[in-house]
């Protein structure tokens, strides 16, 4: 029998001994109690501050193990900036913005009026884009979005 009470000593010894900041606190009446201290305390200080307690263990602070994961490449985003297009105007309007060649033609009729200024650095999929000389995409809007006019042949026309 005294076997066991040193062993139970021991365990007090090493609850004063130790100080935790995640304790559960356990009552006679009702469910236990998470309760977290800062500084760290011990278990007769913590018995202390819940004279109602029975009991009061402390919680380990565990750390969850580091989960490495390897970056999963984005697809390739297709959008194209106003700027990246030779339907923009080079040249600013009075009001001190450039206009869209396409819309300014009509042909964007159901998408922007012909006096059409758009923000040119906001990448979108248009239906009226057009790759600039230097761009190794030769590729047109219909080419590269068949599904924004679903009707619409590869030369631009739009069936009867």
């Known amino acids: 029998m005294g076997h066991l009470t040193d062993l139970a000593q021991a ?4 609850l004063e001994r130790e100080r935790h900041r995640h304790w559960w606190i356990h009552f006679p009446d009702r469910e236990p109690l998470e309760v977290i201290f800062a500084p760290e305390q011990t278990h007769s200080v913590v018995l202390a501050l819940y004279p109602m307690a ?3 263990e402390p919680i380990p602070d565990v750390l969850p193990e580091p989960v490495i994961s390897r970056p999963v490449p ?8 106003c700027q990246q297009c030779a339907n923009l105007d080079h040249q600013r309007g009075r ?3 450039r206009r869209c060649a396409a819309a300014r033609r009509g ?7 012909r006096d059409y200024s758009p923000v040119p650095d906001v990448p979108k999929r248009c239906e009226g884009f ?8 030769r590729r047109t809007d219909r080419e590269r979005w068949p599904e924004l006019i679903p009707n619409a042949t590869p030369e631009g026309n739009l069936p009867p």
């Open 11 to 14: 365990a007090i010894d090493d």
């Open 54 to 56: 029975v009991a009061a």
């Open 74 to 81: 984005l697809p390739t985003d297709d959008r194209r900036t």
């Open 95 to 97: 009001d001190g913005f």
């Open 107 to 113: 042909e964007l009729p159901y998408i922007a009026s």
């Open 130 to 137: 057009a790759p600039m000389p230097d761009d190794p995409d």
